[in-house]
């Protein structure tokens, strides 16, 4: 923005007035004189488009303006006009320098898209005029007040009566600072959803006499609070931030090098650890290992820990992933645990909020991080320094005075593997702080010796590739024919036996893995469109399927998109696929009959297409055998659904297909294995089909009929008990069924 004439004092002047005030945006070309001679009548503001040279119409119109009145503004669209002399106290604003924004669009959208520039300029783009609620909503929650409304022209004088009333508002306004910069993403404690960058306005008359106070994570501000009162309405409010030390506010730090100290509170000699190893990690340094049924009692003051507006990072890597594996539990409303594979948050009765897009990898350290927002109640959770998921909480978090456990909870939910450093604030830390946290974590172990493997290993590499194109002959047209006549489609034979341990293979269920031939899980390196595209392909490439072509794979991964650039952002997703792929001796991408299909060596193991070629017998008189083939069907169906990791519609049918068989194979089996001496395996098999079918009656029928059986009468109540709670959590109301009912009746239910 520039203004021709006055002193730096006058146009700071104008330019805060022009913050303040409201004005009704038109292109002179457009509007009538007698539509102009309203607007001057009745004293809106007007600011003025063009499109070039200031023309004869908008210079008549700038000449009958009161020079007291209000300052002149054009806002050029496109080159801005070149002024002189004749047109003094005349700001020019260029389009750049202002938010634009529609008035069609909701205002959480245009709060989102809003930025540290001091004007906005809102568009009405349709008929229909929003109400002065809607302008008045934008400007409570923004702290933006609407500077320049542009409306079409059969509109325009009905804007007269809004900018009025607009203008007409008592108003705070003020500014925050980090510096010589305004800092964005400021909220306010006590008044919800507002959210402003830089400069800001509120009107008096919807805030009342609620104080202001700005808040932002990472932040403290001096003044930290200013009153609405008469003598704070008539000057600009300077609020000036500064960045909190990053142990501002840190109340626990715990350190595992061969024993437990809590580094900030000193209160060593109450910590108790259970069952708890120390090691020398060769990334870590000293660490502590939880070897199952091993946890951390944080003494009694860790009671005090916790508060709303926490955060929580640490150093984790899980050498086993179970359904549950807790971090941190604090009594019954804290969990913080690995569930499923993924970062979950519990507070019991009400909801885990599982992390769809937080992974925690296996044999892996991971730096993970959980925050709590107290002021709109969201927990974010971080991974490696990165937010990845902010979710909003139903309940407000309520904090309680039980001791923290490290490593397990009041369910018992232990935590498998190493930790290495956990830490606790008790305030909220912003992204460029956890990230910090996880660069300065990350720094502190070998990074010379690290860097120098590498070369070592990129050396190596580079000197063992020319040794190869130097010394080995082998024709490479020759190699590649080879490896076809070994690779066979997974259509035409199937896996007949569990696969090694080791040996290259596919695992669906409980999670994808991509095993190679060094026994290393390639999915981890897979992107997550990568991991789309792998799963496509390979879900129609057995059981009887023979690939799946080019459009119906852009459909799937990229609908809405172009076809050309569909094309070729899958072709680049295809070819960096091939390359992941490229240490697995036994799997071969190809394309052939216009379809892309996964290839494998005859002994190569996929443990869905084990799963579907059982599913797929037919049903045998042979009951002995039928057990015998059990226990290797359900090592599979234990470790959980099919991709349960993936929440892609176009994989939905694919995983409601295969619960539903395994479901169906289940029940079938409580009718065919009827004598009591298979009652081990049919509990397995209920509660295979349980994790396909979390409130299937038939096996809480057959879980509770076995276990009565076997004098495990409290053990039974449990599992009673615990199918209640889910039941009451999903559907609000009481389970009808009732314990007794249920007891012995599993013979009269499945005969």
Same mark, same amino acid.
Request: with cysteine.
């Given at each position: 923005?520039y203004?021709?004439?006055?002193s730096?004092?006058?146009?700071?002047s104008i330019?805060?007035?022009?913050? &303040?005030?409201?004005?009704?945006?038109?292109?002179p070309e457009? &509007?009538?004189?007698?539509?102009?001679?309203?607007?001057?009548?009745?004293?809106?503001?007007?600011?003025?488009?063009?499109?070039?040279?200031?023309?004869?119409?908008?210079?008549?119109?700038?000449?009958?303006?009161?020079?007291?009145?209000?300052?002149?503004?054009?806002?050029?669209?496109?080159?801005?006009?070149?002024?002189?002399?004749?047109?003094?106290?005349?700001f020019?604003?260029?389009?750049?320098?202002?938010?634009?924004?529609?008035?069609?669009t909701?205002?959480?959208?245009?709060?989102?898209?809003?930025?540290?520039?001091?004007?906005?300029?809102?568009?009405v783009?349709?008929?229909?005029?929003?109400?002065?609620?809607?302008?008045?909503?934008?400007?409570?929650?923004?702290?933006?007040?609407?500077?320049?409304?542009?409306?079409?022209p059969?509109?325009?004088?009905?804007f007269?009566?809004?900018?009025?009333?607009?203008?007409?508002?008592?108003?705070?306004?003020?500014?925050?600072?980090?510096?010589?910069?305004?800092?964005a993403?400021?909220?306010?404690?006590?008044?919800?959803?507002?959210?402003?960058?830089?400069?800001?306005?509120?009107?008096?008359?919807?805030?009342?006499s609620?104080?202001?106070?700005?808040?932002?994570?990472?932040?403290?501000?001096?003044?930290?609070?200013?009153?609405?009162?008469?003598?704070?309405?008539?000057?600009?409010?300077?609020?000036?931030?500064?960045?909190?030390?990053?142990?501002?506010?840190l109340?626990?730090?715990?350190?595992?090098?061969?024993?437990?100290?809590?580094?900030?509170?000193?209160?060593?000699?109450?910590?108790?650890?259970?069952?708890?190893?120390?090691?020398?990690?060769?990334t870590?340094?000293?660490c502590?290992?939880?070897?199952?049924?091993?946890?951390?009692?944080?003494?009694l003051?860790?009671?005090t820990?916790?508060?709303?507006?926490?955060?929580?990072t640490g150093?984790?890597?899980?050498?086993?992933?179970?359904?549950?594996?807790?971090?941190?539990?604090?009594?019954?409303?804290?969990?913080?645990?690995?569930?499923?594979?993924?970062?979950?948050?519990?507070v019991?009765?009400?909801?885990?909020?599982?992390?769809?897009?937080?992974?925690?990898?296996?044999?892996?350290?991971?730096?993970?991080?959980?925050?709590?927002?107290?002021?709109?109640?969201?927990?974010?959770?971080?991974?490696?320094?990165?937010?990845?998921?902010?979710i909003?909480?139903?309940?407000?978090?309520?904090d309680?005075?039980?001791?923290?456990?490290?490593?397990?909870n009041?369910?018992?939910?232990?935590?498998v593997?190493?930790?290495?450093e956990?830490?606790i604030?008790?305030?909220e830390l912003?992204?460029?702080?956890?990230?910090?946290?996880?660069?300065?974590?990350?720094?502190?172990?070998?990074?010379?010796?690290?860097?120098? &493997?590498?070369?070592?290993?990129?050396?190596?590499?580079i000197?063992?590739?020319? &040794?190869?194109?130097?010394?080995?002959?082998?024709?490479?047209?020759?190699?590649?024919?080879?490896?076809?006549?070994?690779l066979?489609?997974?259509?035409? !034979?199937?896996?007949?036996?569990?696969?090694?341990?080791?040996?290259?293979?596919?695992?669906?269920?409980?999670?994808?893995?991509?095993?190679?031939?060094?026994?290393?899980?390639?999915?981890?390196?897979?992107?997550?469109?990568?991991?789309?595209?792998?799963?496509?392909?390979?879900?129609?490439?057995?059981?009887?399927?023979?690939?799946?072509?080019?459009?119906d794979?852009?459909?799937?991964?990229?609908?809405?998109?172009?076809p050309?650039?569909?094309?070729?952002?899958r072709?680049?997703?295809?070819?960096?696929?091939?390359?992941?792929?490229?240490?697995?001796?036994?799997?071969?991408?190809?394309?052939?009959?216009?379809?892309?299909?996964?290839?494998?060596?005859?002994?190569?193991?996929i443990?869905?297409?084990?799963?579907?070629?059982r599913?797929?017998?037919?049903?045998?008189?042979?009951?002995?055998?039928?057990?015998?083939?059990?226990?290797?069907?359900?090592?599979?169906?234990?470790?959980?659904?099919?991709?349960?990791?993936?929440?892609?519609?176009?994989?939905?049918p694919?995983?409601?297909?295969?619960?539903?068989r395994?479901?169906?194979?289940?029940?079938?089996l409580?009718?065919?294995? !009827?004598?009591?001496?298979?009652?081990?395996?049919?509990?397995?098999?209920?509660?295979?089909?349980?994790?396909?079918?979390?409130?299937?009656?038939?096996?809480?029928?057959?879980?509770?009929?076995?276990?009565t059986?076997?004098?495990?009468?409290?053990?039974?109540?449990?599992?009673?008990?615990?199918?209640?709670?889910?039941?009451?959590d999903?559907?609000?109301e009481?389970?009808?069924?009732?314990?007794?009912?249920?007891?012995?009746?599993?013979?009269?239910?499945?005969?």
């Open positions: 923005m203004l021709l004439a006055g730096r004092e006058h146009q700071d330019w805060q007035t022009l913050r &303040l005030r409201s004005h009704l945006l038109i292109n457009e &509007l009538s004189q007698q539509q102009f001679d309203s607007l001057l009548l009745e004293k809106i503001p007007m600011a003025f488009l063009t499109s070039g040279e200031i023309t004869e119409k908008l210079r008549g119109m700038i000449a009958r303006i009161p020079k007291d009145e209000w300052p002149v503004v054009i806002i050029p669209e496109g080159k801005a006009p070149i002024l002189n002399n004749n047109y003094p106290e005349i020019v604003l260029p389009e750049n320098d202002v938010d634009k924004m529609s008035a069609s909701d205002i959480e959208t245009i709060k989102k898209k809003l930025s540290c520039k001091e004007f906005l300029w809102m568009e783009d349709s008929d229909s005029i929003p109400s002065i609620v809607f302008f008045t909503g934008l400007w409570e929650q923004t702290g933006k007040m609407p500077n320049f409304i542009q409306a079409k059969f509109s325009i004088l009905k007269a009566d809004i900018i009025r009333e607009l203008n007409g508002h008592p108003k705070i306004f003020g500014v925050v600072r980090n510096g010589n910069q305004l800092l993403g400021v909220s306010w404690k006590d008044l919800p959803k507002r959210e402003t960058n830089g400069y800001f306005s509120f009107p008096i008359s919807l805030s009342g609620l104080p202001l106070s700005p808040y932002k994570a990472g932040y403290q501000f001096s003044p930290d609070i200013v009153l609405p009162s008469p003598e704070n309405l008539r000057n600009l409010k300077v609020f000036n931030a500064v960045h909190l030390d990053p142990n501002f506010g109340t626990d730090q715990y350190s595992f090098s061969k024993r437990i100290r809590n580094l900030k509170r000193l209160n060593n000699d109450e910590i108790i650890p259970y069952n708890i190893g120390f090691v020398r990690d060769k870590r340094g000293n502590a290992f939880f070897s199952g049924k091993a946890y951390i009692d944080g003494g003051k860790s009671r820990a916790l508060k709303s507006n926490f955060s929580i150093w984790i890597k899980p050498t086993e992933l179970g359904a549950n594996s807790c971090i941190l539990g604090k009594g019954k409303d804290f969990v913080l645990k690995i569930h499923g594979g993924l970062l979950t948050f519990t019991q009765g009400v909801k885990d909020y599982y992390s769809t897009k937080t992974a925690i990898p296996l044999n892996q350290w991971s730096f993970i991080s959980l925050v709590h927002t107290g002021s709109d109640n969201f927990i974010s959770f971080y991974l490696n320094g990165k937010l990845t998921e902010k909003r909480l139903l309940t407000p978090y309520v309680s005075d039980y001791t923290m456990l490290i490593g397990s009041l369910w018992e939910e232990y935590f593997g190493y930790m290495s956990i830490k604030w008790d305030r912003n992204e460029e702080e956890i990230n910090n946290e996880y660069l300065s974590g990350n720094s502190t172990t070998g990074a010379f010796s690290s860097s120098w &493997l590498l070369g070592l290993i990129l050396l190596l590499g000197l063992g590739f020319y &040794l190869r194109r130097r010394f080995i002959h082998t024709d490479r047209t020759d190699m590649d024919k080879t490896l076809e006549m070994e066979i489609p997974a259509k035409v !034979a199937l896996p007949a036996s569990i696969a090694p341990e080791n040996s290259e293979q596919i695992c669906c269920f409980g999670g994808l893995k991509v095993i190679d031939a060094d026994g290393k899980d390639l999915s981890k390196k897979f992107s997550p469109k990568i991991k789309q595209l792998f799963a496509l392909i390979l879900l129609n490439s057995v059981g009887g399927r023979t690939g799946i072509g080019s459009k794979l852009s459909d799937c991964l990229w609908p809405g998109m172009n050309q650039n569909a094309k070729n952002i072709g680049t997703n295809i070819q960096n696929l091939k390359t992941l792929l490229s240490s697995c001796t036994g799997i071969k991408l190809v394309f052939q009959d216009k379809l892309w299909v996964l290839e494998f060596a005859d002994d190569y193991f443990d869905y297409a084990f799963v579907e070629a599913l797929n017998e037919p049903d045998s008189n042979d009951v002995e055998k039928l057990a015998g083939q059990l226990p290797d069907l359900l090592s599979i169906l234990k470790k959980g659904t099919l991709l349960p990791n993936m929440s892609e519609l176009w994989i939905d694919y995983i409601d297909r295969m619960s539903n395994i479901i169906e194979y289940g029940l079938n409580f009718r065919l294995l !009827a004598d009591d001496k298979y009652d081990a395996l049919l509990l397995e098999v209920a509660e295979v089909i349980s994790i396909n079918d979390l409130l299937n009656e038939s096996a809480l029928r057959k879980k509770i009929s076995i276990l059986r076997q004098g495990k009468l409290s053990l039974a109540r449990s599992v009673f008990d615990n199918f209640g709670k889910l039941y009451l999903l559907y609000q009481k389970y009808p069924g009732d314990f007794k009912s249920l007891v012995d009746t599993d013979h009269n239910y499945f005969g």
